[in-house]
Structures are given as structure tokens and as C-alpha cells.
């Protein structure tokens, strides 16, 4: 099992910057498949960005906005959001999926508005 713990959400101004944190309580090393999801009010959950076997892979409302990372040493996913736009407003959550089992955090609030 691991342990998800997202940071870095807030509130922002519609071109603004924000940089979203995931820890992990255990060695992301052996994990293949880890992303970032999103919901809106009222929404389903989205696919915001994955990367899986070192290949990532974004969604087309993020690309060339949004920049995903892994820390291995840190055992931490980041995801560099800039550009924002109040579309982006939403709960994001960090994902990893191990040996048919998926994870999920408890989600940070990301608000873009003027």
C-alpha cells in the first residue's frame, strides 16, 4: 500500500502559477504509473496528467501549460501549473497505480479567479 498526501493548492489569478505537491509514505522507485486528476463542481473526475514506464502523457486542455515531475529520491510527484485558467479550477488529486490496485489522495482545492 502507499500513502498519497497532495499540497500546494490555492487560490490564484487567471494567468498565475501554481506548483501542486504529492508525497508519497513509501519509495516510489518500483511504481510504474502515477498521475494527477481533476474534479470540477459538478464534473467527473479528469485525466490531468500521467506518467507510466517514463512516458508522460497530458491531457489536451493542459499541454504546454502544465508540467509533470517525479522526485524518486523524495518519493514525490509534482505537477507545475502555469497559465492558469479559471477552467482549471477544481480538486486535484495525486494517483498511482500498482499491481492492479490504485491510490488515491485526498485532494487539494485549486481556485483560479480574479
Known amino acids: 500500500q502507499v500513502q498519497l498526501v497532495e499540497s500546494g493548492g490555492g487560490l490564484v489569478q487567471p494567468g498565475g502559477s501554481l506548483r501542486l505537491s504529492c508525497a508519497a509514505s513509501r519509495s516510489i522507485v518500483s511504481i510504474n504509473t502515477m498521475g494527477w486528476y481533476r474534479q470540477a463542481p459538478g464534473k467527473q473526475r479528469e485525466l490531468v496528467a500521467y506518467i507510466s514506464h517514463d512516458i508522460t502523457t497530458y491531457a489536451d486542455s493542459v499541454k504546454g501549460r502544465f508540467t509533470l515531475s517525479r522526485d524518486n529520491a523524495k518519493n514525490t510527484l509534482s505537477l507545475q501549473m502555469n497559465s492558469l485558467k479559471t477552467e482549471d479550477t477544481a480538486v486535484y488529486y495525486c494517483?498511482?497505480?500498482?499491481?492492479?490496485?490504485?491510490?488515491w489522495g485526498q485532494g487539494t482545492q485549486v481556485t483560479v479567479s480574479s
Open positions: 494517483n498511482v497505480f500498482e499491481a492492479g490496485n490504485v491510490y
